[in-house]
């Protein structure tokens, strides 16, 4: 049994490095403005918000749409993106 005193020790977080994280910056960028060219419908955005919340309620998209949400959600869904890091790329894509 650990004494209260004894540290625990836990693996170190691996973040994504900065220019690791400004080229994925820059793909959402470009997606965001492929999607724009697409169509200006908010289906797309509602689309990647879905399967980015497990919803089982995911609208449907035409194909070239969906090429780009399909894109989108791997980038998004990038593993070891820091908090900060994640917030700028949904902002960058959703606008907000």
Do not use: C
């Not at 209260?4 to 400004?22: C, G, K, L, N, R």
């Amino acid at each position: 049994m650990q004494s209260a005193d004894a540290a625990i020790s836990y693996p170190a977080a691996v973040t994504v490095d900065e220019p690791q994280f400004e080229t994925l910056l820059d793909q959402v960028l470009d997606l965001h403005r492929r999607a724009d060219e697409l169509t200006r419908s908010p289906r797309l955005h509602e689309h990647v918000r879905a399967r980015l919340g497990w919803s089982k309620d995911v609208p449907s998209l035409p194909r070239d749409q969906r090429d780009v949400a399909d894109e989108v959600v791997a980038a998004l869904e990038t593993r070891n993106l820091s908090p900060g890091q994640s917030r700028v790329l949904h902002r960058a894509f959703f606008g907000r």
